[in-house]
Every structure is written in C-alpha cells, then in structure tokens.
C-alpha cells in the first residue's frame, strides 16, 4: 500500500471516528478531512509533495452534477411547500394513522412504489417537508421518520432498472465492456423485490425503536403565550360539509379549536364529528408556531376581511408579532376601532396577553399594554416601526408567508413534468430540476428570495466534501488496494467470490458514493469471473443490489445526507440502524442471486 493511500485511509476513519463520536457539524469536520489531505507531506519515489489531493481535486465535488441537482431541488421543494402542494400529499397519501409503527408504514409503502419508478432523489426532496408537517400534525419526533423515508427510496430503487442511477450506471458498463444480452427493465425485480420487503418489514417495526427521539412536535407546548385567532370557512371552500376530524382540526399540536360562531350563536366545547358549514368563524387558541401553521391551512380564510384590502399582494407579506406599549395610540380601542390597517400598514390576525385567553372576534378585542399581537404585513413592516414608541419589541417569523394555495396544482404538475422528463431520459436530472425550479419562480410559485432562502448550504458542502473524499481514495489507490485484497480472499470459490464482491461495492458505496463504487468494483468483479470461467450475471446483479443499498453512513447515498439535517441525525444514528439493514440485504441477495443466475 502507498503511503498516499495509508494517509487517505487514516483521514477516514479519523473522520468517522470524529463524527460518531462528537456533535461537531458534519460540514466542519469534512471540510477539516479536506483540508488535510490538501496540506499533508506525502513521500513519493520523486521526494515529497504536498497533499494527496490538487486543488482541482478536492473542489471537483463541487462541481459535481449531484450536489448541483440537490441545490436546485432545494428550490423546487420551495415552490411545492410555498404553494401549500406539500399539505396536499400529506393529506391524501399519508393521512392520520394513529401510533408510530402505523405512520412509519403508511410512509414507508408508497413511497417504496414510486421509486421503483421514478428517481429517489426528486421523491425525498418532495417528501421532506411533507414527513416534516405530517409530523407535527402526528406529535411524533421527526427523527423517527426521517431515515425510514430515505431507506424506503433505496428499497424501491432496487426494484426495477430505472429505480436508481446505479442500477443503470451498471446496465450501461455490461453493454460497453461484455456481449451479455441488456438488462431488462425488471430483472432486477426477483431480488429487490423481496429484499425490500424484508427490508420494509425491518423499517416499519425495528428502525423506529432504534432511533432517537429529535425534533418532537410537542417542543411549541413549552410557549407560555396564548394566541386567539380567528378563521372563517368562505363560500365555495373544499371542507364545507367535512367534520371537524375530516378537515384535520382535532389533536393539533400546540393549539385547539376553542369554538364555533354560526349565525350568531356561539357552539362551544366541538364535537369531533361537527360538520363545517359556509361563513362558519372558527376560534383557535394556541402558541405562536401552531397559529402560524392554521392560518395556511387550505380551505380557510382569514376573519378580517381587511387582510385583503392591504396594498401588496399576499405572496410578498410575511407575520409578524409586536408587544403594544404603553404610549400606543390604540390601546384602550377595539382592533376594529383602532383602524390598525390604515395605521401601520398591517393586519392584526391574533392576539395573546400572557397565559390567559382573549375571548371573542379579532375585531372586538380591545388591546392593552403588554398584549403581543400576530400581524401580516409587507415585510418592510419590521424595519419601519421596530424603533418607534408605539411597540416595544417588533419581530418577524420564520417562514411565514401566506400559502399560494391557488397555484398548489401548478406546483405539482411542474414536479410532475420534471419527474417525466428525468425518468424517461428527455433530458439530465440536473437540466430537469433547473427547469422545474425555473418554472417555479417564473410561475410565482415561489419567489427568488425564498428559493434561495431555501437551499441548505452545510447539506451542499457536505455532499461536496464526501466526494473528495472518494476522490482521494481513487486517485491514492487506497480503494484499488482494499478491493484487491478483498477478492483475494475468496479463494477461487464462485460464491464465496460473489460475497466479497458484494461486500467490497457495499463497503466501497459507503464511502465513495454509489455511482463510484461500481465503477470501481465493476471492472474487478469481471476479471475474476473470466479467471474462473463462471458466467458473469450473478456479479452483475450483486454489483447492483451492492451499489443501491446504501444506509449505514449518510455520505454513502445522496438521499441519507438529505434527511439528515431534517432529522437531527448524527452520524451514529446512521451505523446504528444502517449496518444491521446492510447485513439483511446482503444475506438476502446471497441467497437469491446463484438460485435464479447459475454460475
């Protein structure tokens, strides 16, 4: 072994050690690996040089067309959620089920179909938001979810040829470098079919057990502050004549329906199995994340009708909560009375006076000092009375632009397109993202600033990093080395060689990503079936389950490094629930691969 590949190799395993181990961001320490194996001395038969990796080497990942397709898909997620199209699927595919086992199935079933169909990549990107609502929605901690949804888009994949990259990736290398007849579209079926039920029996019963509980929807009950906000159901809405179960307003996390006004007459104490009805005010009370999540709820309108009588249009305003001072000129009047809209430019849409609920409509409230309003405004709102007397704190809130509910369909049928034209080759995954996210913001699915508010910038780098990783690895031998060694220990056995291929492109994937893997593994794996003259099939679809089952590290596979922020995973999380799935689906494809392809 060289001296280049020992240091890459030591990089790595220093580098996984620090992230199992430590809380130190994932973006830190990858870029820390990179940067010593950009400086580290390496003794050669011509001296010593400085670093195992060029500069253009180590910044090649960033260049890289899957990390820039994971960018862009960024924006496309901000057009679906921005839209409301994300509540949507969550209403339909997902529903409520009650308990963990049954969310993570309801999940984990239908999301396994369509990537046997379609790319994994657009399908997480679509479903992290929609997981991360639905969550909520469901009390459950996000981490509980997260990892099933990316490990259910690796089982599917594996289920036909177009399911994953890798898959033809390997299907292309057979028809360049044998004269084995094609792939065909679903003779990868007989293994990955069973192996991904097994593995989504794994998934639904014994993963939620093993992760832990981050990112719980009950943290927004630890707010103090009571909000009143009132909603009306207008003419023509969709929930008209659903019960108050069947349009999704029991058991929300962090706020309740306290009552419904209908034609004067006050209903209180809501029964689940009450039907909504047109003009219908309904009064929530609850903290301030869940109010901001009910007044996008589709469906509903806000109270005040003054909302709709603001200047600029809905998609540019944002919420906003301010405490009313002393000095206030409306304190003492009603909302209404206090005229606030031709006053401030805003529109009063809750309010909260410490723990104890303000009965009644928005507009016969009247205000007091200390009393903490939730306004909608244009976003310059903050900037032009934070310093002024009237209010003694002004402050934005994250993510609260009012949904565009109106253009959810658009925002699906451009995902739709993009999916089409990536899965049947029209055109690049990255071509058809960019197009997809172009659509979005010219369509206004989306605006400019909040598709670039959206991309996660430490999920890019660390893509980037972990490719340079497994650049270096490549360039140094150190992956040569290992495979080598590897099949060497099979001893002429036909089996026994196919699980140290196996092995090798799964321990390979883990490092150096999928598509890496089998490239390298590929060209290995031929020249030991010529050597024992055993008919090559079996590698081949080794190679592939090898290659696309990808789960005990995040960097191994572009849709674990997805989740993994959404989440609020550490490294270990990942060997935890990954190493025993990477066992099952390498026992499974042992067993099935010489029964149905002799050697």
């Known amino acids: 072994m060289s001296a280049a590949a020992f240091i890459v190799i030591l990089v790595i395993v220093g580098t996984v050690a620090v992230l199992t181990l430590t809380r130190i961001a994932a973006d830190a320490v990858l870029m820390a690996a990179l940067l010593a194996l950009l400086i580290v001395p390496v003794p050669g038969d011509a001296g010593w040089t400085l670093g195992v990796l060029t500069p253009q080497q180590a910044l090649s990942g960033f260049a890289n067309t899957g990390m820039a397709t994971v960018a862009v898909l960024f924006v496309v997620v901000a057009g679906l959620r921005e839209t409301g199209a994300v509540d949507a699927i969550a209403a339909r595919v997902l529903g409520r089920p009650k308990g963990l086992h049954r969310a993570v199935a309801r999940m984990v079933l239908p999301t396994s179909v369509m990537s046997t169909f379609l790319n994994n990549t657009p399908i997480v990107a679509m479903m992290i938001p929609v997981v991360a ?41 057979v028809d360049a470098h044998t ?19 097994l593995g989504g029996v794994y998934l639904i019963f014994i993963v939620p057990r093993l992760l832990p509980a981050r990112g719980s929807a009950t943290d927004v009950l630890s707010d103090p502050r009571e909000y009143t906000l009132e909603l009306l159901v207008p003419e023509g809405s969709g929930i008209i004549g659903q019960s108050i179960e069947q349009a999704g307003l029991r058991n929300l996390p962090g706020c309740y329906l306290v009552e419904i006004e209908r034609n004067d007459e006050t209903l209180g104490g809501v029964d689940p199995s009450q039907t909504l009805r047109a003009g219908d005010r309904l009064r929530f009370a609850g903290v301030v994340d869940a109010i901001r999540d009910l007044q996008r709820l589709r469906g509903f309108a806000p109270a005040s009708n003054q909302v709709f009588k603001l200047d600029s249009p809905r998609y540019r305003r944002r919420l906003f909560e301010a405490v009313v001072s002393e000095t206030n000129p409306i304190v003492g009047k009603t909302v209404r009375e206090g005229r606030f809209r031709n ?100 369509t206004r ?117 997805m989740v993994y922020g959404p989440g609020g995973y550490r490294f270990g999380d990942y060997f935890k629930v990954g190493i025993p799935l990477n066992l099952m689906m390498w026992a499974s494809a042992m067993t099935l691969i010489p029964r149905i392809w002799e050697f």
């Open 343 to 442: 006053r401030y430019q805003g529109v009063i849409l809750a309010v909260a006076r410490g723990a104890e609920r303000v009965p009644g409509r928005i507009g016969d409230i009247e205000l007091k000092p200390g009393d903490t309003i939730l306004i909608e405004a244009d976003a310059g709102f903050a900037d032009r009375y934070r310093n002024t007397r009237d209010f003694l704190l002004v402050s934005p809130l994250e993510d609260s632009t009012p949904r565009r509910h109106h253009r959810a369909p658009l925002a699906l049928l451009i995902l739709g397109i993009m999916v089409v034209l990536a899965t049947f080759g029209v055109l690049d995954m990255l071509v058809a993202a960019m197009v997809a996210a172009g659509l979005m913001i010219i």
């Open 179 to 197: 004269d084995l007849p094609k792939i065909g579209m679903f003779d990868i079926t007989w293994i990955g079919l069973p192996s991904a039920i």
């Open 133 to 173: 609502d639905w969550a909520k929605r469901l009390r459950l901690p996000a981490s509980k979810l997260m990892i099933p949804l990316s490990y259910a888009t690796i089982l599917g994949g594996t289920c036909s040829l177009i399911g994953t990259s890798t898959n033809l990736v390997v299907a292309g290398m």
């Open 445 to 561: 699915c989306c605006t400019i600033t909040e598709g670039r508010r959206s991309v996660d910038w430490s999920v890019l780098v660390v893509i980037a990093a972990a490719l340079a990783l497994g650049t270096a690895l490549e360039v140094s031998g150190a992956a040569q080395t290992i495979a080598d060694r590897i099949i060497g220990l099979a001893a002429d056995d036909p089996w026994w060689t196919l699980v140290a291929v196996y092995g090798i492109t799964m321990l390979t994937t883990e490092i150096i990503t999928n598509n890496g893997a089998v490239a390298l593994t590929f060209p290995i794996a031929y020249a030991a079936s010529q050597q024992l003259g055993v008919n090559f099939q079996p590698f081949i679809f080794a190679i592939m389950m090898a290659g696309s089952a990808s789960f005990s590290t995040p960097i191994g596979y572009q849709t674990n490094l």
